[in-house]
């Protein structure tokens, strides 16, 4: 269950206590008209205070980053390259956000909603004059640095603001990238930029519109930017539903959360995947898997996690949320629609790996420098449950099959609020916190957990100093070789500059894909191949092809999804070779690309598999 919809449901029994109407409560209500700015707690050492009761691993310490006012209730952040944190801070809940269940003279209406302008009637048609109270808060971007460099926020602006059409959701995605940010906050997608240097984007354009068809639950807006393999932003929306219109076709479901990536210019947006209720954080493994938290509906159901693959269905239409009788969430429940894999699920849906957490939120998987050897390769999953008995799950996966099990998971930090988690430029991992309550508090922390024992080891401050440096200035022996990188950060960008190089890069991509002896080098190396091809270099996929008979299956499931996404015709008998590999996720990439190349041929062999 999310944070916000957890806020949501403690306040909305207050707001019909108190006011029958189901109308803000009277002294937000007064705030609100008398056009004051953002109510922020003052400078105090309350968050060093309650930071000594945080539980946080044996042998780490923890130090506070950031603390009010130089930021107020943080929904979401992202670290750039060189360290910079940009937060989404929200001021809507409640103030310019609503959700259904205030106003449930307006269901029949509201499911019937497909695109953000049906919505936007609806709430004009009822709310008469009082639509402009939509419009009287604004939810904004923060950018946070540490310019003296020791340890501890010293300039705090605001970086983007002015988000408060009565069409806004309760903004919570942002991501940062050599000096661009996108800002998810429906039923925009937004890229911003400051040109200047003064710590304020000085351009701001929708990079596409159509999310939030409805107003739904509070809280189940876009969420979980982040950057693929592929170069592609991938970002997520829950059941508030999208229906976006791009060259003349229509992209998401109504009716269901999804998963939706683009490339950062806005352009090629598709659905990558539906079915989700609320998902919020997205994270990449090293092998490039798509990972997610979705939240449950408060009808018996538990939260998911969920692997992510294309074109896949987990299930979920928002109306089964308004069925109470006789059977709470109809077939969601009746059916075990929710349940990891058992031998009588619906056919039609992926189900989740397991049931983890009571308010999955914010997610990152551990980059390969800063947490020590103990912490490679896990997830860290925020658990928000609107007290500070919430904290930060630590797990790992294996392989099962096609896809995966749960291997193992701790609370690794506790007794905080936390609702977003990412790595930083320096060692350790950073969390925001709530601090307290459900509602709007006008406070908000940033805290880091290290180890202080690898704090200046060479891996931390190498990773530190080529992820400040950059990429534009190494050669293609240089980048070829940082693709070994232990930290998936510098492996990415180094992947991503051999692509801007495109024909310069093929070569250096070849040898690596086909002979390096680092299995992640390779990897990330068949992924540039795939973004040479994006960008019509003639031949970047002919070294991929032979790949589909090496002698690591890894290296085979790679070779087949980037074969598949750009539906090269000629691996064709490979792909239906590869349909009886041994190792099942092998079948599985190559069942996804014979369905991609739309032939006949690979109807007998996929139905005989």
């Known amino acids: 269950m999310s944070l916000i919809y957890r806020i949501l449901q403690r306040w909305v029994v207050v707001f019909f206590i108190l006011s029958p109407s189901g109308s803000l409560l009277a002294d937000e209500l007064g705030t609100a008209k008398t056009g004051s700015q953002p109510k922020i707690v003052g400078v105090s050492d309350e968050g060093q205070k309650v930071m000594k009761g945080i539980k946080i691993p044996s042998g780490y310490q923890i130090e506070q980053f950031a603390a009010e006012p130089d930021l107020a209730n943080p929904v979401a952040f992202s670290f750039d390259e060189k360290g910079r944190a940009f937060v989404v801070e929200t001021f809507r809940l409640h103030q310019g956000v609503t959700d259904i269940r ?3 003279d307006w269901l029949a209406e509201d499911l019937a909603s497909r695109t953000p302008d049906d919505r936007l009637a609806m709430m004009k048609h009822h709310e008469g004059a009082k639509i402009s109270d939509y419009s009287k808060w604004s939810d904004r971007v923060r950018l946070l640095e540490d310019r003296n460099g020791d340890g501890k926020v010293d300039f705090s602006s605001v970086f983007a603001d002015g988000f408060n059409h009565p069409l806004d959701g309760i903004a919570a995605g942002v991501l940062s990238r050599r000096g661009q ?3 998810a906050n429906l039923p925009n997608l937004w890229w911003l930029k400051d040109t200047d240097g003064d710590g304020k984007a000085d351009q701001t354009k929708s990079l596409s519109y159509g999310y939030g ?12 930017l982040t950057f693929g393999p592929d170069g592609k932003i991938y970002f997520s929306i829950g059941d508030r539903g999208a229906n976006v219109v791009q060259g003349g076709k229509q992209i998401g479901h109504p009716d269901c959360g999804s998963v939706f990536r683009c490339n950062p210019d806005g352009s090629d947006l598709e659905e990558f995947a539906y079915g989700l209720r609320n998902p919020q954080g997205l994270t990449f493994d090293q092998y490039g898997n798509l990972f997610t938290g979705d939240n449950n509906s408060d009808g018996g ?19 089964w949320q308004f069925i109470e009788y006789p059977n709470a969430r109809g077939p969601w429940n009746s059916e075990k629609m929710w349940h990891p894999q058992w031998a009588g699920q619906p056919a039609h849906l992926l189900p989740p790996i397991t049931n983890l957490a009571n308010g999955p939120s914010g997610v990152a998987f551990n980059p390969g420098t800063g947490l020590g050897e103990r912490l490679m390769n896990r997830f860290f999953l925020t658990d928000f449950r609107g007290s500070r008995s919430s904290g930060i799950h630590s797990f790992t996966l294996k392989p099962n099959g096609a896809t995966f099990s749960l291997a193992d998971n701790e609370e690794f930090i506790w007794n905080c609020l936390p609702t977003d988690v990412a790595f930083g430029a320096d060692s350790g991992i950073y969390f925001s916190d709530w601090v307290e309550g459900w ?29 400040i440096e950059g990429m534009t200035h190494r050669g293609l022996e240089e980048l070829g070789k940082l693709l070994a990188h232990r930290d998936q950060r510098v492996r ?7 692509a801007l190089s495109k024909g310069k890069a093929l070569k250096t991509l070849s040898l690596i894909a086909t002979k390096n002896s680092s299995q992640l080098a390779r990897i990330h190396a068949i992924w540039g191949l795939g973004q040479l091809s994006a960008s019509h270099v003639n031949g970047a996929l002919d070294p991929v092809l032979p790949l589909l008979s090496d002698s690591d299956p890894e290296i085979r499931s790679q070779a087949a999804r980037i074969l598949g996404d750009h539906r090269m015709a000629g691996a064709l008998p490979s792909f239906i070779s590869a349909l009886s590999d041994k190792n099942l996720r092998v079948r599985f990439f190559a069942a996804q690309g014979l369905g991609k190349l739309s032939r006949r041929e690979a109807i007998p062999p996929l139905l005989e598999m």
């Not at 159901?301 to 109306?319: C, I, M, N, P, Q």
């Not at 990415?492 to 051999?498: I, V, Y």
């Open 102 to 104: 205030g106003h449930m």
């Open 181 to 183: 940010v996108w800002f």
């Open 213 to 224: 068809v409805r107003v739904g639950f509070l809280g189940h807006d876009m969420h979980g």
């Open 301 to 319: 159901d538990k939260a998911r996690w969920v692997y992510l693959v294309e074109g896949g269905d987990s299930g979920w239409r928002v109306g």
């Open 439 to 467: 509602g709007m508090n006008g406070k908000g922390r940033i805290y880091r957990v290290f180890d202080p024992s690898i704090t200046n080891s060479t891996g931390v401050s190498d990773t530190k100093r080529l992820r």
């Open 492 to 498: 990415q960008e180094a992947q991503f500059e051999l």
